[in-house]
């Protein structure tokens, strides 16, 4: 069974930078591609950012580029999402999926099959 923990939101300021962690577990990842999404209140649930497991590609949305960088770290079976000048707009729970390998071009939710329970990022001006 595949479980996936994110860790490392809180409050901040705009401008600042945050990083987030998804321990990942219960399987072999390697043919996975692993992905953050987010949802704000009031707001459907949306890409941000993917990875493949190999790390030979990354994927992300328009309103991060340059911001936002996705990796993660085979020994620790951890992918990280490293957010820069982040701003208001940037509010909202953070969640960690799983999906199959071609889900790293996918930005619909529902193409990948696991997902963490999430953790909230404040970002105040």
């Not at 600042?16 to 591609?33: H, M, Q």
């Not at 085979?74 to 999906?99: E, H, I, R």
């Amino acid at each position: 069974q595949v479980h996936l923990v994110e860790s490392g939101g809180g409050l901040l300021q705009a401008g600042g930078s945050l990083r987030l962690s998804c321990a990942a577990s219960g399987r072999t990842f390697i043919t996975y591609t692993m992905g953050w999404f987010r949802q704000a209140p009031g707001k459907e649930r949306e890409f941000v950012a993917a990875i493949r497991w190999s790390g030979d590609s990354t994927n992300y949305a328009d309103s991060v580029k340059g911001r936002f960088t996705i990796s993660r770290d085979s020994a620790k079976n951890t992918v990280y999402l490293q957010m820069n000048s982040l701003n208001p707009g940037d509010t909202a729970v953070y969640y960690c999926a799983a999906g199959p390998y071609g889900s790293l071009w996918a930005t619909q939710s529902n193409k990948f099959d696991y997902w963490g329970q999430g953790t909230q990022v404040t970002v105040s001006s």
